[in-house]
């Protein structure tokens, strides 16, 4: 705060520079530096030196900033996310044209033979695979998407946990008909820089 006070109002740089880190909020209120009481409440700064002030608003600014970093890396992981998923739908679509009977359905919960969603006995949590490709009523290919070097192991021994569990169908968005996986078909992984 002192710093940036020191930045703002040019007049105040010397007060500052030569004001002992001991010094507290109470003496700089005596020299006449204005404190903004927005940013702390004097009553409870009052006798903190200024030294300690400056360390405590370092660690803010560490913290907001850790915290962008973070808010920035998750928007840019969902961005690169999406790319991979659009990138994998077209190549998809490619592969399995809409003109020959393929429906491609995003984002599809496992289910049971009654339509509704099962969840893995361990971690008690639903599987929703990224793309599946259909035709025909049937399953023709299952899809997960990911990046080049993300683990997959426990969402793939997820699967077939719920899979064993009866969780072997999708539902058709369109027409709202179950769709049933061939015993054999297991999630192909696709890997995106």
């Known amino acids: 705060m002192f710093e940036s006070l020191a930045k703002e109002i040019p007049k105040f740089q010397d007060k500052l520079k030569d004001l002992p880190n001991e010094s507290t909020v109470k003496e700089l209120r005596e020299v006449k530096i204005p404190i903004n009481p927005f940013e702390y409440s004097l009553s409870t700064i009052e006798n903190q030196s200024l030294e300690s002030l400056k360390i405590e608003n370092k660690f803010a600014f560490a913290n907001k900033?850790?915290?962008?970093?973070?808010?920035?890396?998750?928007?840019?992981?969902?961005?690169?996310?999406?790319?991979?998923?659009?990138?994998?739908?077209?190549?998809?679509?490619?592969?399995?044209?809409?003109?020959?009977?393929?429906?491609?359905?995003?984002?599809?919960?496992?289910?049971?033979?009654?339509?509704?969603?099962?969840?893995?006995?361990?971690?008690?949590?639903?599987?929703?695979?990224?793309?599946?490709?259909?035709?025909?009523?049937?399953?023709?290919?299952?899809?997960?998407?990911?990046?080049?070097?993300?683990?997959?192991?426990?969402?793939?021994?997820?699967?077939n946990r719920i899979r064993e569990e009866g969780g072997n169908s999708i539902k058709d968005r369109d027409t709202g008909e179950l769709i049933k996986f061939p015993e054999n078909e297991e999630t192909e992984i696709r890997r995106y820089p």
Not at 140 to 153: D, H, L, N, W, Y
């Open 65 to 159: 900033e850790a915290n962008e970093i973070k808010y920035e890396q998750l928007e840019k992981n969902r961005e690169d996310g999406k790319n991979r998923e659009d990138a994998a739908h077209e190549e998809l679509k490619k592969e399995y044209p809409e003109s020959e009977g393929y429906k491609i359905e995003r984002e599809q919960y496992l289910r049971d033979k009654d339509g509704n969603i099962v969840k893995d006995p361990v971690t008690g949590e639903a599987r929703r695979i990224d793309f599946i490709v259909t035709k025909d009523g049937k399953v023709v290919r299952s899809v997960e998407v990911t990046s080049e070097k993300a683990p997959k192991e426990a969402q793939t021994e997820k699967e």
